[in-house]
């Protein structure tokens, strides 16, 4: 498929009024495309700045009819899908995550393979890999997820690439690092890693759910929606399934940087049982990448054309702190 057939239809995103998808659709406008977010709980606020140049449809990724009429009504020409329920939520609600996060993938996959959309590209997550995962981790690096989320993530790349190999789908995969940055929301460990910045920069105590020794392999959101478009966008992909470098940061380096910013910020420790399980396992991963000499690897992406810019703990807490004092009546209204 050429860049230009995809790019003269509706482009529809899965989850669309969420933290990674909002941040998208707001590029895709820019970009001057025509846009459709799908969501079950549609949250207005999330783009409130673009709500007159999008198109907003409430319903499940569960709701395969329902994916069918969309895609047609609409005159979707591709599809990136980023519905899930996150890591936590995942595995306190598992039958809901398999609803959402697996059948909602073979769902939209379907429905696209039946409309004749060819374009879909998934967004997986580094949590496809597990402790027991091979170095150096690779694009085809053995996958054994140490989560429920993991799973399904793993589940939706199988999906994608059994469409691709059996119906010819352009499916386009990529393993994201955790991504931070305002608006993130849920029921995640890597949630604390953005949710307190924004509650000291709008003047509310910060709390945060994983311990003090939690590292995570982190990401701006900015690097990832521009990865997400440059994939989106790019005429041939050489790989299927691709990723996303990150910088490990241990998050009291993280906290240190923010309150540099914002010095009089209050910030509390309040680990949940939950919560903490998961962060535990990103940080065990984590560690093992930067014992390995591997933190700097897929910083780079050259076929696509993306290079991460965000690349220290400094140009994080400053990004992050410098967009949610510019736009602080957005953010803490949701």
Known sequence: ?????????????????????????????????????????????????????????????????????????HNVGSVIHTAAMLSVAAADELRSAYSVNIEGTFNLLEACRVQGVRRVVFLSSLAAFGPNTPFPFHDKSYREPANFYGVSKVCGEVLGTFYSLT??????????????????????????????????????????????YTMLP????????????ALWNADNVSDRILMSGGVPIPIQDFVTEVKKLVPEAEIEYKPDPIVEEVAGTWTLLTTMLVNQGQEAVYREIENIGWKLEIDSVEKLAAKFVEEVRRNSEMYSSY
């Open 218 to 229: 982190i990401i701006h959101v900015d690097d990832a929606t521009n990865l997400l478009l």
């Open 1 to 73: 498929m050429s860049g230009k057939s995809h790019r003269s239809k509706a482009v529809l995103i899965t989850g669309g009024t969420g933290f990674i998808a909002s941040h998208l659709a707001r590029k895709l406008v820019r970009q001057g495309e025509d846009v459709v977010l799908l969501d079950l709980f549609p949250n207005d606020q999330s783009v409130k700045d673009i709500l007159d140049k999008i198109t907003i449809v409430k319903d499940d990724v569960a709701d395969y009819q329902g994916l069918l009429n969309i895609i047609e009504k």
């Open 167 to 212: 119906h010819g789908m352009d499916f386009r995969c990529v393993r994201l690092a955790v991504v931070i940055g305002p608006g993130r929301r849920g029921k995640g460990a890597t949630v604390s890693f953005s949710k307190f910045v924004e509650e000291v920069v709008i003047g509310k105590p910060g709390e945060i759910l994983v311990p003090d």
